[in-house]
């Protein structure tokens, strides 16, 4: 499975950016595409996933209502729009991907995704 994450760059507090995923065909057959960050000095951290198999998606709390992830299988790519950014929202952002479903539970677990693209730097200034 590749991955390739685009879209991030530096934006004020309240503004607005969204991040783009491409994946292969088996990604979007089946199985969780989700986004992660890593800030400085911090562990890595879910922020959102889609569940094909189900059509759901889900999102941490600290972001929940502000970040919004959508699909477009025809061009195979995910997004992640990014509203109301506020300066902790500062991070390297990750796309990730399993080829296998997977519980509400296991979306937010690292371990679950085989699949990482490359990361790209969101930078929210206050």
């Known amino acids: 499975v590749q991955l390739q994450a685009s879209g991030g760059g530096l934006v004020q507090a309240g503004g607005s950016l969204r991040l783009s995923c491409a994946a292969s065909e088996r990604t979007f057959s089946s199985g969780v595409m989700g986004w992660f960050r890593q800030a400085p000095g911090k562990e890595r951290e879910f922020v959102a996933a889609?569940?094909?198999?189900?059509?759901?998606?889900a999102y941490a709390t600290s972001v929940k209502g502000r970040f919004t992830i959508s699909k477009d299988n025809a061009k195979k790519m995910v997004y992640l729009q990014m509203n109301s950014l506020k300066p902790e929202d500062t991070a390297v952002y990750y796309c990730?991907?399993?080829?296998?479903?997977?519980?509400?539970?296991?979306?937010?677990?690292?371990?679950?995704?085989?699949?990482w693209g490359q990361g790209t730097q969101v930078t929210v200034s206050s």
């Open positions: 990730a991907a399993t080829t296998r479903g997977l519980i509400l539970s296991a979306l937010f677990s690292r371990p679950e995704y085989e699949h």
């Open positions: 889609y569940r094909w198999s189900v059509g759901t998606a």
